[in-house]
């Protein structure tokens, strides 16, 4: 792994944040490298928007962060990209 890439730190070292479920308001934790949680209190899927990233296209992505990290990241974007789109 490639290393002092900032925009890849969410993703080496996940951390936890707090958002609001968009269905009842509880505030939920979901870690930095994730795009979607299940509210407890409600049972509904909050799914978080996954900005751009570095990981979109820097010719190094893979190696940065290695690829298990990588192919999550897309996986988890594509998911996130079908919910917006209602699928």
Do not use: H
């Amino acid at each position: 792994m490639l290393s002092n890439c900032p925009g890849s730190d969410k993703l080496k070292s996940p951390k936890p944040e707090a958002i609001k479920c968009g269905f009842c308001g509880e505030e939920l934790e979901i870690w930095t490298d994730e795009v979607e949680t299940k509210c407890a209190k409600c049972g509904n899927t909050v799914v978080r928007s996954q900005g751009q990233s570095c990981l979109d296209w820097c010719k190094f992505a893979k190696e940065c962060v290695g690829e298990e990290a990588y192919r999550a990241y897309m996986e988890n974007k594509s998911r996130c990209d079908k919910k917006k789109e209602g699928r």
